[in-house]
């Protein structure tokens, strides 16, 4: 009898062992993870200047002075050209080839906030609920958001136009050069605590419509070639780029005033 009891507990001790295992191994996987998501300073990230460059080159660059109005008409963008031109054959997909009608553009107002500051304006920062992987950004790395204001109007009174996509470019990058798509891509959705007015993928103005918008970009302290120019940002270094793809033109909307050269 006393023998049959001694092995139902060490039986009883067996199972609880193995569900003790089962369930440490549950929650190892669930706060664990499996593939630890890399640091900034370890992989590239979709929005690092000089991660989407592509190999269009422009034959022509449009500066256009801060402030200034510039009417852009039929600009092609598109997926398609974010890639090598081996994989350009591809079948295409949403966003692969997108035409935009005529809009008029300028730039009238740069902030620059530090990662500091925006965890003071939104405590989720740097894990917002964006449409990017905000995964990516580490709060333990240093980092600059620029929040870019622009007015842009639709010119038809028929017609409605989509807002060609905008690229931050500066010589201050340490992976800078003129190829088209070199600069850092917005973030769409990031940083609600900062914009009221923020633009989104495609938007779409209705005929005869004047808005501004606020298009957002974070850039890693890592990404400029000297670290004075990211502690001392002059803005009049940086534009917003619109790429015409085809035929291989450059707008270059400007931040700030320049000095003549």
């Not at 054959?89 to 997108?98: A, S």
Request: net charge negative.
């Amino acid at each position: 009898m006393r023998s049959s009891i001694v092995k139902g507990w060490a039986a009883a001790g067996v199972v609880l062992l193995v569900l003790a295992t089962l369930v440490m191994g549950w929650f190892a996987g669930r706060l664990l993870p499996i593939d630890p998501m890399p640091r900034p300073e370890d992989a590239e990230t979709a929005f690092y200047p000089g991660r989407f460059e592509t190999e269009v080159r422009a034959g022509q660059t449009v500066d256009v002075a801060f402030g200034e109005k510039l009417l852009v008409e039929g600009v092609t963008q598109g997926k398609k050209y974010l890639l090598p031109s081996a994989k350009q054959t591809e079948p295409p997909c949403d966003g692969w080839l997108i035409e935009c009608g005529a809009c008029e553009l300028s730039v009238s107002e740069t902030r620059v906030v530090s990662g500091d500051a925006l965890r003071e304006l939104d405590p989720r920062f740097p894990w917002p609920a964006t449409s990017w992987d905000s995964g990516h950004i580490g709060s333990e790395l240093a980092g600059k958001a620029f929040v870019v204001t622009l007015t842009v109007r639709n010119p038809s009174n028929d017609e409605r136009v989509e807002l060609p996509e905008f690229t931050l470019w500066s010589d201050a990058f340490n992976r800078r050069s003129d190829a088209m798509g070199n600069g850092a891509f917005p973030l769409y959705g990031a940083f609600d605590a900062l914009l009221d007015r923020a633009v989104t993928y495609r938007m779409v103005l209705e005929p005869g419509e004047t808005r501004e918008v606020e298009a957002p970009f974070y850039i890693f302290r890592n990404s400029f070639a000297d670290e004075s120019a990211f502690e001392n940002v002059d803005l009049a270094g940086f534009c917003l780029e619109v790429n015409d793809y085809d035929p291989g033109i450059c707008y270059r909307f400007w931040l700030a005033e320049r000095l003549a050269s």
